[in-house]
C-alpha cells in the first residue's frame, strides 16, 4: 500500500513513559476502588471506614494489585490497538489479587472484626476492573481523536456490507494510523438498504449513485467482497473510476499477514479487473488425464506465460516437470519460489538455451519428456527488427531443435506457444512465429513422425515482461507522460493465467496437427486502456498525467489478426478454443527452405536477405513501418 495513507505519528511518546503512566493509574485505581467499595459498604460509619483504609488488610491487598500489575504487565499495551486481549488481561490481573486476598482471610491469617471483607471485595473488583476498562477505552479514543486532527482522512466507501466488509470498517476505525474514514457502504443486496452498519449507512450503487458521492464527498472506495462476478466488479469499477473515485481491493485471505488485515495490503485495482472476464472453466477430468502422471518438459518457463504454465501444471500432478531457460536470475527467482515442489523431486529447473541441439539432447536423453510446452521466444517487435538473425535462430532454430528432439524420443504431445503476430505478419518477429508454425505444424503429418504437434495462437497478455502495462504503470509511478504509439492502435488481450489456462486445455483436447485459437474478445484501443490506467491511480487523463503519441514502432501494425484469409475457424467443445482449418505444406519442401533460412542467420547473411527469405517462405509478410518495407515490391528471384 502507498506510504502516503500511513502518516508520521503526531502523538507519539516512548514506550516507557507510556508504561509508567499507566502503570501508575492502575495504581491509583487500586486505591480508589478500595475506599470506593468500603465507603459504599459503610458509609454510614466513617470511622470505621478511616481504620480499614489504614489496616493490614488494606496495606496488603495494594500489595497483591502492585505485584499483580508488574506480573501481568498492565502497563504494556499499545493504545492504538487496544482491545479485547488487553480487557481479558486487565480481568486477570484485578481477579488474581482479589482470589489470593480473600483466601487470606478465609483461613484466618486477617481477622478484621465487625466487617463484610468478602462483599469489599467484591464490591472492590467489579470498581476497579470498571476503571481500568474504562481508562484504556478512554486512551484509545483520545488517542484516535488526537490522531484524526493531525491527520485528514479521506472520505472512503466500503463496497460490500457482509462480514467482509464489516471487518474491514473495524480494522480502519481502530487502526488511526491510515488516512481513511469510513463514510458509506455500498452493498447490491435490498434487504440491506437504508440500514446501518456499525452506524454507517448503506446505500444502492446503482441508484443515485452520483448524488451519494457527492452528498459524502467519497474520493475512495475499497472493495470489501468475495466471491463478486468479474462482470460485476467491472461494471462497479468503471461507475467508480467515471466519478474519478480511487478503487482499492483487498488481498486474497490467504496472504493477509499471521491471518489478519494489515492496511498495508491494500492493492490498487488493475486493468485485469476491469475486464469482467468469468473464470475459464476446463475440463479438469481430460486436463488430469493429460498431464497426471507424465514427464513434462517447459521451455521459457521463467518467463511470464512459461511460468504460469509451470505453476498450473504442478496442479495436475505431473511425475515430474523440467523447466528450461536461459535467464538465471528469473530461473533462481522461479526456484526460490517453487523450493518446496524441488525438494519433493518434482521440478527441475535448469540453464539451457533452446538453439544449442547438444544441450537440448541431452536433455531430452536424460529425462524423455512426454510433453513438451514450448514457451521459449524473443517477442520484443522492435528489437527484432534491429535482429532478424537473432529471431531466426531462437523462433525458428530453437523450435525446430526441440521439435526433432521430440520426435526421435517419441514425445506424446509437443505444445507450441504462438502469437496473433504470426497471420499476416508485418514484423520479423511475427514472420518467424509464421515460419516455426509451418514447420511444426508440417512435421505432424511426416512419415514416421508419433508425436502430435499442437499450436496455440494468442494475443497480448495483460502484465507480461516488457508489455505496455507495467511500462504504463512505471510511468505513472515515476509522474511521466504515458507514452502511446498512435491514437487508433488496437491489440487483443488476455490475462495470463487466462491464456495459460487454454493452453493447457488445448494441449488435453489436440491430436496433433491443430492451430488452436483462442476467442479473446474485442481488440482494445491502447489509448483506452491509457486513460484507464490513469483513472485507476486516482488521477485525471490530460490534467494530472499527460499522454503522447510516439508514432509506431518498426514493424507495428495499427492492429492484429488471429486468421489469414486462407484460414477458417472451427468451434470445439470449448467455448473459448476454435480449431483453425489450416492445410500443412509438404514436409521436405518446408524443411529445405527453413534450412537455408538458418544457415543464413548462422553464416552472417546480410538482414535484407534474411528477410527476403523470410518473405519467399511466408508470402503474406508485409512489413509495415519497416525498413524492410522496400523488398515488398521486390523480385525475389533478383
Known amino acids: 500500500m502507498p506510504s502516503e495513507y500511513l502518516p508520521y505519528n503526531p502523538v507519539r511518546m516512548p514506550r516507557y513513559v507510556t508504561r509508567l503512566v499507566i502503570f501508575a493509574f492502575d495504581m491509583v485505581f487500586a486505591l480508589i476502588s478500595w475506599a470506593w467499595a468500603s465507603y459504599l459498604l459503610y458509609g454510614s460509619d466513617l470511622e470505621l471506614v478511616k481504620r480499614l483504609l489504614f489496616s493490614w488488610p488494606t496495606l496488603t491487598l495494594l500489595t497483591l494489585r502492585f505485584l499483580s500489575f508488574l506480573w501481568f504487565r498492565s502497563g504494556n499495551i499499545i493504545l492504538r490497538y487496544v482491545g479485547e486481549k488487553d480487557y481479558i488481561s486487565a480481568f486477570f490481573t484485578v481477579w488474581s489479587p482479589s482470589a489470593i486476598f480473600f483466601i487470606i482471610y478465609a483461613i484466618g491469617f486477617m481477622p478484621v472484626h465487625g466487617v463484610r471483607v468478602l462483599a469489599i471485595v467484591w464490591a472492590d473488583f467489579f470498581i476497579l476492573l470498571t476503571l481500568m476498562v474504562g481508562f484504556r477505552i478512554a486512551l484509545r479514543l483520545m488517542y484516535d481523536w488526537l490522531k484524526v486532527r493531525h491527520n485528514h482522512r479521506r472520505a472512503t466507501a466500503i463496497f460490500g456490507a457482509g462480514e467482509m466488509g464489516s471487518m474491514l ?14 463514510a458509506a457502504f455500498f452493498d447490491d443486496n435490498p434487504k440491506v438498504h437504508g440500514k446501518r452498519l456499525n452506524g454507517i449507512p448503506i446505500f444502492n450503487p446503482q441508484k443515485s449513485f452520483s448524488k451519494i458521492i457527492a452528498k459524502h464527498g467519497i474520493e475512495v472506495v475499497i472493495l470489501g467482497i468475495r466471491d463478486l462476478p468479474p462482470d460485476r466488479r467491472a461494471s462497479f469499477i468503471n461507475q ?48 488430469r488425464a493429460s498431464i497426471q502422471g507424465k514427464t513434462v518438459m517447459v521451455t521459457g518457463c521463467a518467463g511470464s506465460i512459461g511460468s504460469e504454465i509451470l505453476r498450473q501444471l504442478l496442479k495436475q500432478e505431473p511425475a515430474f516437470v523440467l523447466g528450461v531457460d536461459q535467464a538465471e536470475s528469473p530461473l533462481a527467482e522461479i526456484a526460490l519460489e517453487l523450493k518446496s515442489v524441488i525438494e519433493q523431486g518434482r521440478f527441475r529447473p535448469v540453464v539451457g538455451d533452446v538453439r544449442d541441439s547438444d544441450r537440448m539432447a541431452r536433455l531430452f536423453e536424460e529425462y524423455r519428456p512426454e510433453h513438451v510446452f514450448h514457451a521459449a521466444a524473443y517477442k520484443h517487435v522492435p528489437i527484432m527488427e534491429d535482429h532478424p538473425e537473432e529471431a531466426i ?28 503476430k504470426a497471420v499476416n505478419p508485418s514484423n520479423v518477429m511475427g514472420a518467424t512465429k509464421r515460419i516455426a508454425e ?27 515482461n516488457g508489455s505496455v ?29 487466462e491464456a495459460c489456462s487454454l493452453v493447457l486445455e488445448a494441449s488435453a483436447m489436440g491430436h496433433g496437427g491443430e492451430i488452436f485459437v483462442f476467442d479473446m474478445g474485442e481488440q482494445v484501443r491502447i489509448l483506452d486502456l491509457a486513460h484507464r490506467m490513469i483513472q485507476i491511480y486516482g488521477l485525471t487523463p490530460g490534467k494530472d498525467v499527460e499522454i503522447q503519441f ?8 495499427l492492429y492484429e489478426e488471429l486468421l489469414d484469409h486462407k484460414e477458417t475457424l472451427a468451434e470445439t467443445y470449448h467455448p473459448k478454443i476454435y480449431r483453425a482449418q489450416v492445410r500443412p505444406g509438404d514436409f521436405h519442401q518446408i524443411r529445405s527452405d527453413i534450412d537455408l533460412l538458418i544457415a543464413g542467420a548462422q553464416n552472417g547473411w546480410r538482414p535484407n536477405d534474411l528477410v527476403q527469405t523470410m518473405k519467399t517462405l511466408v508470402p503474406e509478410f508485409i512489413s509495415q513501418n519497416s525498413v524492410f518495407s522496400e523488398l515488398d515490391n521486390k523480385d525475389p528471384r533478383a
Not at 245 to 265: C, D, T, Y
Not at 550 to 557: A, D, I, S, T
Open 393 to 420: 535462430k531462437s523462433n525458428v532454430l530453437g523450435s525446430r531443435v526441440l521439435a526433432d528432439l521430440a520426435v526421435q524420443h517419441r514425445s506424446e504431445k509437443f505444445v507450441m506457444i504462438s502469437t496473433d
Open 169 to 182: 470498517e473495524r480494522v480502519i476505525r481502530h487502526n488511526a494510523s491510515n488516512k481513511f474514514r469510513i
Open 240 to 287: 467508480c473510476l467515471a466519478h474519478h473515485i480511487q478503487v482499492l481491493k483487498l488481498p486474497p485471505v490467504e496472504s493477509w499477514l499471521h491471518g489478519e488485515l494489515n492496511l498495508r495490503q491494500l492493492k490498487t485495482v488493475n486493468l485485469e479487473d476491469l475486464l469482467g472476464r468469468a473464470p475459464i472453466l476446463l475440463d479438469e477430468a481430460a486436463l
Open 438 to 464: 509451418m514447420y511444426v505444424q508440417a512435421l505432424n503429418y511426416a512419415d514416421g513422425c508419433a508425436t502430435q504437434f499442437i499450436t496455440t495462437r494468442f494475443g497480448n497478455v495483460l502484465g507480461s
Open 550 to 557: 510516439v508514432g509506431l514502432r518498426p514493424g507495428e501494425k
Open 469 to 497: 502495462i507495467p511500462i504504463f504503470k512505471e510511468q505513472i509511478e515515476k509522474g511521466l507522460p504515458l507514452t502511446v504509439t498512435h491514437p487508433d492502435i488496437k491489440r487483443f488481450f488476455m490475462t495470463i493465467p
